[in-house]
């Protein structure tokens, strides 16, 4: 199994980063995906999940309305558009493969700063 993440990197607070998870290694249509994030200091907390027909999403509180979580069940990729960031998102962001065993992608960092 492999998770690799991808498109992190830096922002200014409002603008739009598109995080993208390519997925290897196991029938990808067949399971629940997740993001989620770390900041330094933090624990790691759930950001969105996707079903795996992408027909059911959910989100943090935090960032409700402003990301965005998708799956290409061709591609085998999974998604996060992150709108209005802020600096509170800053963090490195992670892909997660649900069911069992769990697997995690080495994560991407996003930070959000002026």
């Known amino acids: 199994v492999q998770l690799v993440e991808s498109g992190g990197g830096l922002v200014q607070p409002g603008g739009s980063l598109r995080l993208s998870c390519a997925a290897a290694g196991f029938t990808f249509s067949n399971y629940d995906m997740t993001w989620f994030r770390q900041a330094p200091g933090k624990e790691r907390e759930l950001v969105a999940g996707i079903s795996t027909n992408g027909r059911s999403t959910n989100y943090a509180a935090s960032v409700k309305g402003r990301f965005t979580i998708s799956r290409d069940n061709v591609k085998n990729t999974v998604s996060l558009q992150m709108n209005s960031l802020k600096p509170d998102d800053t963090a490195v962001y992670y892909c997660?493969?649900?069911?069992?065993?769990?697997?995690w992608g080495q994560g991407t960092q996003v930070t959000v700063s002026s």
């Open positions: 997660r493969r649900g069911g069992f065993p769990v697997y």
